[in-house]
């Protein structure tokens, strides 16, 4: 049994931040994302764009949310960047999916009403 220290028990617990501002989840995105889904004509790719737009935050443990993005990764996969026609928006679908997912930082933070 191992005792707890003062400094422990002042410790100040440390909160993910989950539910970001739709802006800063937005700015997570690369330039090329953005583009490449601003012109997108895939029905479930605009919707899930507009939908950003409409809400003013965005809940990152949120399952309909962490599918549409899978969806838009996916999708993304399939569209050449405008930066280098060779190379794919999206790479690696899995891995830009965590990227966007990860929790958020005091500068993300949503302070609003729920």
């Not at 909160?15 to 004509?41: G, N, W, Y």
């Not at 309909?64 to 899978?70: P, S, Y």
């Not at 990227?99 to 933070?109: A, P, Q, R, W």
Request: hydrophobic residues 40%; glycine residues 4%; proline residues 4%.
């Amino acid at each position: 049994m191992s005792l707890v220290t003062i400094k422990q028990l002042n410790k100040p617990k440390i909160i993910p931040v989950r539910i970001i501002t739709s802006r800063a989840f937005k700015k997570r995105l690369t330039v090329a994302e953005r583009d490449a889904i601003r012109a997108s004509t895939d029905p479930y790719v605009k919707d899930i764009w507009f939908d950003l737009n409409d809400s003013g935050y965005v809940d990152l443990d949120d399952d309909d949310l962490a599918l549409g993005i899978a969806y838009v990764t996916n999708y993304l996969t399939t569209i050449p960047s405008f930066q280098n026609a060779n190379v794919m928006t999206v790479i690696n679908p899995s891995t830009r999916l965590t990227e966007l997912l990860i929790n958020g930082d005091e500068f993300e933070k949503y302070n609003g009403v729920l």
